[in-house]
């Protein structure tokens, strides 16, 4: 082979070495992103331990005689839409605290179909 061919081989392999690690850079940048987003993609739930601080949190109110339910799912990063059921205490006439109006934020009544 004469010396402009190798030349030319050289630079035709230092190109494909040079796709092949854009194309694996490209796959490890993509299988990381899956497996970030992929929790938002299948509601995952937040984790036990996250679930039992919010319900702890809830149930410590004075109002609070019972959580009975609480759910929790990722909507984004580091976002979790917080769900519960709670039971008042009987008679309780006094303010409801943080907690309590951090519950109530963005709330609505919701009709009865038995209407």
Same mark, same amino acid.
């Given at each position: 082979?004469?010396?402009?061919?190798?030349?030319?081989?050289? =630079?035709?392999?230092?190109?494909?070495?040079?796709?092949?690690?854009?194309?694996?850079?490209?796959?490890?940048? *993509?299988?990381?992103?899956?497996?970030?987003?992929?929790?938002?993609?299948?509601?995952?739930?937040?984790?036990?331990?996250?679930?039992?601080?919010?319900?702890?949190?809830?149930?410590?109110?004075?109002?609070?005689?019972?959580?009975?339910?609480? =759910?929790?799912?990722?909507?984004?990063?580091?976002?979790?839409?917080?769900?519960?059921?709670?039971?008042?205490?009987?008679?309780?006439?006094?303010?409801? #605290?943080? =907690?309590?109006?951090?519950?109530?934020? #963005?709330?609505?009544?919701? *009709?009865?179909?038995?209407?």
């Amino acid at each position: 082979m004469s010396e402009p061919e190798d030349a030319s081989v050289r =630079t035709v392999a230092v190109a494909v070495a040079a796709n092949l690690l854009i194309g694996l850079l490209l796959i490890v940048v *993509a299988y990381l992103l899956m497996r970030r987003n992929l929790a938002l993609l299948i509601d995952e739930a937040a984790p036990a331990d996250v679930r039992q601080r919010l319900r702890r949190s809830v149930a410590q109110e004075p109002w609070v005689a019972e959580v009975a339910e609480l =759910t929790a799912v990722y909507i984004g990063p580091r976002q979790p839409l917080v769900l519960v059921h709670v039971i008042p205490v009987d008679g309780w006439s006094g303010p409801l #605290g943080r =907690t309590g109006r951090c519950l109530l934020v #963005g709330s609505r009544p919701v *009709a009865d179909d038995a209407d």
